[in-house]
């Protein structure tokens, strides 16, 4: 080695002044090219991984109650319900399910018994172990009709046994195939809540001092003078079965309306928030705006046994194809919604999507008074369709004219209207009826009083539309609003419930709604966006399948800010 140095160094002071410049030169520019050359590849080679740290602040509209599975009632409730407890499955965004507290299950071969073992490692906040015996006493909670759990109707007729520390039976009546959707349920630790009575459930300080075993755990709770929280500090829990969420802590502030929300928002208290009206979101355009198909339905729904006008196909028929539903989704919802023709939405079973319409709006209500003024009715001069039916003494006239009640909501007053306007361009005279929500609920649905109801359904993720069409729903308290009747529709349903195949399972609905498209029940308009205003540099986050607002929180736990970059070797034992 010495000899080579020596022999390098007698061949530098060989050469000229100008030779060694010249060399020092090249020698530079190749000692630059080889580090740059090792930088390039070592940036190629290396891939972004999540890293934990950072935080968030999300502004809701109302302060929870009840932050407990149980009894969970209104959206903030359910937002830290979702966030604080698991369940033995969980909802993915992909619209399957994935294990949580369980690790695996099965289903017997009639379809009736479902049995879940659970993780061994499965931990509460307070470090005490998930046992079988914490998932009996939550479903015994839910049915036990003191409680008047919004989870009753979910569980009733399922029989829950507990077969050893970590093993859990459920057993059926008759199959189901949407049953797996009910174990998602969050599961209540019992060593706390053993010793509260029925009479003290629902006024417990766990139901807003919450332990659960979700990915986060309350850390700090902020309260209003009155005792009231106006803000939940969560801090990522690190013994989360599916792992600790990245993110270090997540604070939920309360607002209580709309405009206190967006005025968080615009002056940086909060940096996300959702549920914002269309008409608000056009004054946060420069926020970074996510938005998903929400999973619910919007539609008018038909009271023939009250209307005698709308007991008519042909008045259905035309009434539906005066419809321009790309243009109502644009007008009314700022474009954040998709329009529909059948009870489900797109992201359900594959339901197929509306084509664009290529017909004018005005061309669309001309269009069908003309198809009615074929089928014998007339154009008053006051612009309103009417037929003469019987003759002579038993003749009669029917004007076309009928009433359209909904929910005192900005968007659905809007899309009332619209409708109007539109059906009084085809002529019909229709009269919209505003009801406060808990009216329209108590004085107007229940007991069936109306000829036609703009209303929206909310359905679950295995598509069971029973409660909203089976024949046997029709009366109070029954979903069936449009007091739907048919026997192959019944049949179908039937077979819905009790078919887990999907390709079988969207063979049934196609039937099924090529039996409502027959009948119009209903007219189907839209299926709203679910719309989430998040920073920029929240990344991991999927808002896929939304079915209520709190599913925005399905991917909180891979929600991150900070990145880390490594080679791929060391990736794997991330």
Do not use: C
Request: charged share 20%; hydrophobic share 40%; aromatic share 10%.
């Amino acid at each position: 080695m010495r000899g080579l140095l020596r022999t390098a160094s007698s061949t530098y002071e060989s050469f000229s002044q100008s030779g060694r410049a010249l060399f020092l030169f090249f020698a530079a520019v190749s000692l630059l090219s080889s580090v740059s050359l090792v930088y390039l590849l070592n940036e190629s080679l290396l891939v972004a991984t999540p890293a934990y740290g950072g935080s968030l602040s999300e502004g809701l509209i109302g302060s929870p109650r009840f932050i407990n599975p149980v009894l969970a009632i209104s959206d903030s409730d359910h937002d830290l319900t979702s966030l604080v407890y698991s369940g033995l499955l969980k909802a993915a965004p992909s619209g399957d399910y994935v294990p949580d507290l369980a690790q695996s299950y099965t289903v017997s071969p009639d379809g009736k018994t479902y049995t879940f073992v659970l993780r061994p490692n499965a931990t509460f906040h307070d470090g005490t172990p998930v046992t079988a015996d914490d998932v009996v006493f939550t479903i015994g909670k839910a049915q036990d009709p003191a409680l008047k759990s919004p989870q009753l109707a979910n569980w009733e007729g399922v029989t829950v046994s507990e077969v050893d520390a970590h093993t859990v039976e459920f057993t059926l009546k008759s199959p189901y195939a949407p049953f797996i959707e009910n174990v998602t349920l969050g599961i209540l630790p019992k060593h706390l809540w053993q010793n509260v009575s029925d009479d003290e459930f629902s006024f417990s300080d766990l139901n807003t001092e919450p332990v659960g075993s979700g990915p986060f755990k309350v850390s700090s709770i902020s309260r209003s003078n009155s005792g009231i929280p106006s803000s939940y500090e969560l801090s990522a829990f690190s013994g989360y079965t599916l792992g600790r969420p990245y993110l270090d802590s997540l604070t939920l502030k309360f607002y209580q309306d709309e405009s206190g929300l967006v005025g968080a928002l615009k002056s940086g208290d909060i940096e996300a928030a959702s549920g914002i009206s269309p008409a608000s979101l056009t004054a946060l355009k420069n926020f970074n705006i996510d938005n998903a198909p929400l999973n619910r339905v919007f539609a008018v729904f038909f009271n023939q046994n009250q209307s005698t006008i709308l007991r008519d196909h042909d008045v259905r028929q035309a009434l539906e194809d005066a419809i321009d539903r790309q243009a109502l989704v644009a007008q009314v919802l700022g474009g954040y919604g998709t329009p529909i023709t059948g009870p489900l939405p797109p992201s359900v079973l594959n339901a197929p999507q509306m084509s664009a319409s290529t017909t004018s709006s005005a061309d669309l209500a001309l269009a069908a008074q003309q198809e009615l003024i074929k089928k014998g009715w007339i154009l008053g001069a006051n612009g309103v369709l009417a037929k003469t039916t019987g003759k002579g003494k038993s003749a009669s006239t029917e004007t076309l004219q009928f009433s359209l009640a909904t929910d005192n909501v900005p968007e659905l007053v809007a899309a009332a209207q619209y409708l109007k306007q539109v059906w009084s361009k085809m002529g019909a005279q229709v009269t919209v009826q505003i009801y406060d929500q808990g009216d329209l609920s108590q004085n107007v649905i229940r007991p069936r009083k109306y000829d036609a109801l703009l209303f929206g359904e909310v359905i679950g993720r295995e598509a069971d539309l029973f409660a909203f069409w089976d024949s046997s729903q029709r009366n109070d308290p029954g979903l069936n609003i449009a007091e739907y009747t048919n026997a192959t529709a019944d049949k179908l349903l039937e077979e819905l419930r009790t078919t887990a195949d999907d390709a079988t399972r969207q063979q049934l609905y196609a039937q099924f709604n090529a039996q409502l498209q027959k009948d119009i029940p209903a007219i189907f308009l839209y299926t709203p966006d679910f719309v989430y205003i998040v920073p920029n540099d929240i990344r991991g986050l999927t808002l896929g399948f939304i079915e209520t607002p709190s599913d925005r929180f399905l991917s909180s736990p891979q929600w991150h800010i900070e990145t880390d970059y490594v080679w791929p070797i060391f990736l794997k034992h991330q």
